[in-house]
């Protein structure tokens, strides 16, 4: 609190796309996905839908001019529950260090946790940070090493943004959020929608189990190739991520 006037200088807030709602104004529960997805309740949402179809065109307008100019750059997922003195969360900080050494911009969800610790990383290494944020039902906010933020109101543009914009993805330990990004970036490179680059999990203690389970039930079931195992990358080793990077990177400077 400001020890003259009582305001508070930084107070808490929640951010629904290009705008930042403060103190009482971000008790509104619900986002804009939600609105747009839940179709129970009153008709009225059958004659708003067609305008919210001018919303969702400025978005991919706003995230597509944002970013337009950004060089060759790696995505990195992870947990925003990381506390700033975790383990995960330096690993996370040397990750976005090295991403920058070796040339290349990062992106991250630009919430905190895992996301900030890359962002810092990268920004103190001198490189471009950039977070792509989401309107939440409760408070995040982009992290103060965000050298370029964009904030948006529906899931499914940002994720383009990350797709469009990446090298890379690698998957620090994260949740469900986490998660949902690492299958469908598995199922875009899968069938082709996207060029192939290669998705890294990033540390074996957290992730084996789940490459077992794809290894042992879903690739030994049939419902998966052997060529779709060999898109993950399993590792513990910072300059191991970053070589399967560049080496991803070589291999789609040289093809073009």
């Known amino acids: 609190m400001d020890e003259h006037n009582g305001v508070d200088e930084h ?13 009482e104004r971000r008790d509104e529960l619900t986002t804009t996905d939600q609105r747009l997805l839940d179709s129970r309740g009153p008709s009225d949402w059958v004659h708003t839908d067609p305008w919210r179809v001018l919303r969702i065109q400025a978005e991919f307008v706003e995230g597509f001019g944002a970013l337009a100019e950004v060089p060759s750059a790696v995505t990195v997922f992870g947990s925003a529950r990381t506390g700033r003195d975790h383990p995960e969360y330096e690993v996370g900080r040397k990750l976005g260090g090295a991403l920058a050494e070796a040339g290349f911009a ?8 895992a996301m900030e610790a890359v962002n810092r990383g990268c920004s103190e290494a001198g490189g471009f940070s950039i977070g792509l944020g989401i309107e939440l039902p409760f408070e995040q906010g982009l992290n103060p090493w965000v050298d370029l933020g964009v904030n948006f109101r529906y899931f499914f543009v940002r994720k383009t943004m990350f797709i469009k914009y990446s090298q890379a993805f690698i998957c620090l330990p994260g949740g469900f959020g986490t998660l949902d990004e690492l299958f469908e970036a598995l199922t875009l490179v899968q069938t082709k929608k996207v060029t192939k680059f290669p ?21 030994a079931s049939g419902k998966v190739g052997e060529k779709d195992l060999a898109l993950l990358h399993l590792t513990d080793d910072i300059d191991d991520a970053v070589r399967v990077v560049n080496e991803a990177h070589k291999a789609w400077a040289d093809a073009h």
Do not use: A, C, M, N
């Open 11 to 23: 107070p808490r807030e929640k951010q629904r796309g290009p705008v930042v709602l403060r103190r």
């Open 199 to 219: 998705v890294v999990l990033f540390g074996r203690s957290y992730w084996q189990g789940l490459y077992d389970w794809v290894k042992d039930s879903v690739l």
């Open 106 to 113: 990062v992106i991250t969800g630009g919430g905190p946790g």
